[in-house]
């Protein structure tokens, strides 16, 4: 099993630009989760989607979208994208059931808006 | 004030040291969560405990429901034990889903 993917690993973007980040997992998991990570900070919960079809916001979810069409895969949106969006994210999915929670991390992507 | 609090922020040891990080929550939690984030980058889970001890290898975990109180200790430390450790609250958040709020993390390095 691959676990979690990610891809970029890093990106720049313009002010204003566009861009997707892809993650995919192969363990079947039907939560998944997308975090960004500031210097100093802790992880902070963009959107997460606990199935196919069925996502919702986070603690911060301005200046992004998500869409979940398959169990496989949650791709994260940036739209006109701002320098307070400079971060490393990372994805996640999980397994849960009342008592037994394991969270598989994906390897994150940098991005630096400038 | 943040949910979740770590002390220290940094923490540097000599190999061998026995290691103590800490982490205090102030909301009611299903579990809390011990991960690790490596040098390169990369988040592992290593402890869920809702109450009592877990002991993996030289790690062991420890929380108290009352004080809302949790340590992580590495025992005979080494420096590939170098990383962020990482505390996290779960909570069922409802809808069906499970939610994780994470602490700030604390650095430790141990030198040879």
């Known amino acids: 099993n691959a676990g979690v993917t990610q891809t970029p690993k890093f990106r720049i973007l313009k002010i204003g630009q566009s861009m997707t980040l892809q993650c995919t997992q192969d363990m079947n998991h039907n939560y998944m989760y997308w975090y960004r990570q500031d210097p100093g900070m802790g992880l902070k919960l963009i959107y997460y989607s606990v199935g196919a079809g069925i996502t919702d916001k986070g603690e911060v979810p301005n200046g992004y979208n998500v869409s979940r069409s398959t169990t496989e895969d949650f791709p994260l949106r940036l739209e006109l994208a701002a320098p307070s969006q400079t971060s490393v994210y990372f994805c996640?999915?999980?397994?849960?059931?009342?008592?037994?929670?394991?969270?598989?991390f994906g390897p994150g992507t940098r991005l630096t808006v400038t | 004030k943040n949910e979740v609090e770590q002390s220290p922020q940094n923490l540097t040891a000599q190999e061998g040291e026995f290691i103590t990080i800490n982490c205090s929550y102030s909301v009611g939690i299903s579990a809390l969560h011990w991960l690790q984030q490596h040098p390169g980058g990369g988040i592992v889970s290593l402890f869920m405990?809702?109450?009592g001890k877990k002991k993996h290898g030289r790690l062991i975990a420890t929380i108290n429901i009352q004080e809302k109180h949790s340590s992580l200790h590495i025992t005979a430390s080494h420096p590939r034990d170098s990383a962020v450790y990482i505390c996290?609250?779960?909570?069922?958040?409802?809808?069906?889903?499970?939610?994780?709020?994470f602490g700030k993390g604390t650095k430790l390095s141990v030198i040879p």
């Open positions: 996640a999915s999980s397994y849960w059931v009342p008592g037994v929670y394991e969270q598989y």
């Open positions: 996290a609250v779960g909570r069922d958040a409802g809808a069906g889903s499970y939610q994780l709020t």
């Open positions: 405990l809702s109450s």
